[in-house]
């Protein structure tokens, strides 16, 4: 038409590689599993529910996806080591994404000891180590890229229910991926974030009933939904593609504009 353009859309863009995903049998880490394998990753699952994971990865190879799961608890800091060492002698570890976490909401006076170790166990030290194993792999090749997956509780407190631990965690994973970052760099491994504000998953049904979800929304988030994994999955996919490389040590928010 004359006076008009068509408008260019860029092609998917395509990854390749392995890619280790902790915290992969369902929910967030799931999506992600899903999205980098559609791009053309092999995908490693990582997960301590194996009934889960399994079906996970059978489900995603029906689809015609190189995936596939490992029972591995990533808290066991030599046992996930040694699972990267062993995938990376068959095939270079090109992403690793540290996703593994739980979550619990008690209030903060009422949190034991025992409780907060556990959710800094997994949320922080468990993917500092991760972090750290991968970076060893990549390092003599320099390349690679690391994602961890933080939260808008990082930024801003949770507002549906007190999270205190959890929020502590995941502002300091925030500040575990710019503090890599600075320091992988210049070694060729790009260290990023994503932080999600509420995601539709298993783990935060379990937490909020769907009427707190339905207020939360309503009053927290302008684009008007929940997140969806894929969501996630496909911030993390950008962040470690080539369209992706000059992105470094930043946690992307990925909230719908809840934090706008």
């Given at each position: ?49 194996a ?8 489900r ?5 996806l ?10 066991d ?29 008690t ?84 260290v ?69």
């Amino acid at each position: 038409m004359s006076g008009s353009r068509a408008i260019q859309t860029e092609p998917v863009r395509s990854l390749s590689g392995l890619a280790v995903i902790t915290g992969a049998a369902k929910g967030i880490g799931l999506g992600i599993a899903e999205v980098v394998a559609e791009r053309g990753m092999r995908v490693v699952l990582v997960d301590t529910d194996a009934t889960a994971g399994e079906a996970a990865a059978e489900r995603l190879r029906s689809s015609g996806l190189r995936v596939e799961f490992a029972a591995t608890d990533v808290c066991d800091i030599d046992a996930f080591a040694d699972l990267l060492q062993a995938l990376d002698t068959h095939d270079p570890l090109e992403v690793l994404v540290n996703n593994a976490g739980i979550l619990r909401s008690t209030p903060l006076i009422e949190v034991m000891p025992d409780e907060f170790d556990a959710i800094v166990d997994v949320n922080l030290r468990a993917a500092f180590f991760a972090l750290q194993a991968a970076a060893r792999l990549m390092l003599p090749r320099e390349r690679g890229a690391i994602v961890n997956i933080s939260s808008t509780t990082a930024f801003q407190p949770a507002t549906i229910l007190p999270q205190s631990v959890y929020s502590t965690s995941k502002a300091g994973l925030k500040m575990l991926t710019t503090a890599a970052a600075r320091e992988l760099a210049p070694h060729g491994i790009r260290v990023t974030g994503v932080a999600p504000s509420t995601i539709d998953t298993p783990m935060v049904r379990d937490q909020a009933t769907d009427e707190q979800l339905r207020a939360h929304v309503a009053a927290k988030v302008p684009i008007g939904r929940l997140g969806t994994p894929r969501d996630i999955g496909e911030a993390v996919a950008y962040l470690v593609s080539d369209a992706g490389s000059y992105v470094l040590g930043h946690t992307m928010v990925v909230d719908g504009g809840k934090l706008t």
